[in-house]
C-alpha cells in the first residue's frame, strides 16, 4: 500500500470540497481549485477527511494512488495558506521593480525584460533583489517561476542571475593565467 497515498487528507475549518464523476472542487478563504483526477481512483469525503483509494496494486494504479492523494492535499493546502517561491537576484546593475501588474527586470541586457502577473500569480518585489511570487495553485507557482529564472539562470563562474533563495550555485573556477616557467 502507498505510504502517502493510504493517508487521509484533514479537511480544516472554511474548506468546502466536493467530488462529482472524477471532478474535485476545493473550495477555501484563499479561492477555488478545480481539478480532475484519474478514473481508477476513488475519491471519498467522510467527515473531515478526504480518503483517496485504489481498485487493486496495478502498477500503474500505485503510481496513481500517491500522486491523487498528494495534488489534493496540495489544492486543500492552497486554498488556505497558499504557495509561494522567492528568487534571488545577483549581479551588478540587476534589479528588479513592480510597476502596477508588470515586473520589471533590468538583467545585464540591451532591453528591459517585463513580466506581467495573471489572476493565478502575483509578484511582489520588497527590494531591488528580491522576487517573490504567490499563488494558491503549487504547478502553476512553480512553473511562472521557472519562466522568471529562465530569464536569466545563474552561471557558474560570478553567480550572476536570477536564483531561487535555497538554491546552490556550484562554482567553477576562472581560466587560469599563464604561469612562470
Known amino acids: 500500500m502507498s505510504r502517502i497515498g493510504r493517508k487521509p487528507i484533514n479537511i480544516p475549518a472554511g474548506v468546502e470540497v466536493k467530488v462529482?464523476?472524477?471532478?474535485?472542487?476545493?473550495?477555501?478563504?484563499?479561492?477555488?481549485?478545480t481539478k480532475n483526477y484519474h478514473p481508477n481512483m476513488t475519491v471519498k469525503v467522510e467527515g473531515t477527511?478526504?480518503?483517496?483509494?485504489?481498485?487493486?496494486?496495478d502498477k500503474f494504479n500505485r503510481s496513481l494512488h500517491g500522486l491523487t492523494r498528494s495534488n489534493i492535499h496540495n489544492m486543500v493546502e492552497g486554498v488556505t495558506n497558499g504557495f509561494f517561491k522567492e528568487l534571488d537576484v545577483n549581479g551588478v546593475g540587476y534589479r528588479v521593480q513592480k510597476k502596477g501588474k508588470d515586473l520589471v527586470m533590468n538583467l545585464g541586457y540591451s532591453h528591459q525584460v517585463i513580466m506581467s502577473d495573471n489572476e493565478d500569480i502575483t509578484i511582489e518585489a520588497p527590494t531591488p533583489n528580491k522576487i517573490i511570487i504567490r499563488g494558491i495553485d503549487k504547478q502553476k507557482v512553480g512553473q511562472f517561476a521557472a519562466e522568471v529564472r529562465e530569464k536569466r539562470p545563474p552561471e557558474p563562474y560570478k553567480g550572476k542571475g536570477i536564483k531561487y533563495v535555497n538554491e546552490v550555485?556550484?562554482?567553477?573556477?576562472?581560466?587560469?593565467g599563464k604561469g612562470k616557467k
Open 20 to 33: 462529482d464523476n472524477g471532478v474535485i472542487t476545493v473550495k477555501g478563504p484563499k479561492g477555488t481549485l
Open 49 to 57: 477527511e478526504i480518503i483517496v483509494t485504489r481498485p487493486d496494486d
Open 169 to 176: 550555485i556550484r562554482r567553477k573556477e576562472g581560466k587560469a
